[in-house]
């Protein structure tokens, strides 16, 4: 039972463009969403996060949506650079008691000059 | 800026012997978290301590896997013996309560480890 997804493994995206990674979740009970990104050999980084009485966050060139009747969220990077390529995983508290992140699958991005 | 320390970072072992990971997490981090993660898939959580207490290891293969934290700062997880299939990064985690929504889990670099 997977409760948090990233359906897409990859997305390619032109440089300069706008780049959507999305994720869905089954438990209306998260209220805490982070996004990590994780380059080859290395661990994942925390990029931006989004409580639950809020439906977007921004930060720079990175601004993550939530809609919670779709149980949806979706990480935006405008403008895509290169230098963003890496695995993009998103995660939540599945015990609220301790923090255990639960995280999706991840999606590879790979943004071509 | 602090970082979450782990050594090795790679790691080749034969199959049936035992290896042993290392991870000093952030100074001040009471809650310390150890993850696997298998090629393609997200990280799994192994085990998590509050200061040097377990507070959930129910991922844990306790026949083959222990973690410590014996002074509450860093912590060593050991597989003995290793079998193929726990080829995989593992990675350490720090935070600073562990109360769940609200804050970050900061990472370390990951183990790789390989097992022939």
């Known amino acids: 039972d997977q409760q948090v997804k990233q359906n897409s493994p990859s997305l390619s995206v032109q440089e300069g463009r706008i780049s959507i990674l999305n994720c869905d979740y089954t438990?209306?009970?998260?209220?805490?969403f982070l996004w990590y990104k994780k380059y080859p050999a290395e661990g994942p980084t925390f990029l931006i996060s989004i409580s639950s009485i809020k439906d977007k966050n921004e930060d720079g060139r990175f601004t993550v949506f939530l809609n919670k009747s779709a149980k949806h969220l979706s990480l935006h990077i405008v403008p895509s650079q290169p230098g963003d390529s890496a695995v993009y995983f998103c995660a939540a508290p599945t015990d609220t008691s301790y923090g255990k992140l639960t995280f999706g699958q991840g999606t590879i991005l790979t943004v071509h000059p | 800026e602090a970082e979450v320390a782990q050594s090795p970072r790679y790691k080749i072992t034969e199959k049936s012997q035992a290896v042993a990971f290392w991870c000093d997490p952030i100074?001040?981090?009471?809650?310390l978290y150890w993850y696997r993660q298998i090629l393609g898939q997200g990280p799994e959580l192994l085990v998590q301590?509050?200061?040097?207490?377990?507070?959930?290891d129910s991922q844990l293969p306790k026949d083959r896997f222990s973690a410590e934290r014996l002074k509450g700062v860093d912590s060593t997880l050991k597989i003995q013996p290793a079998e193929l299939g726990d080829s995989a990064m593992y990675l350490c985690?720090?935070?600073?309560?562990?109360?769940?929504?609200?804050?970050?889990?900061?990472f370390g670099p990951g183990t790789r480890l390989l097992v022939l």
């Open positions: 301590f509050q200061d040097e207490s377990v507070v959930d």
């Open positions: 100074s001040g981090h009471a809650t």
């Open positions: 438990n209306s009970m998260f209220d805490y």
């Open positions: 985690a720090s935070s600073l309560l562990g109360t769940g929504g609200g804050e970050t889990q900061y």
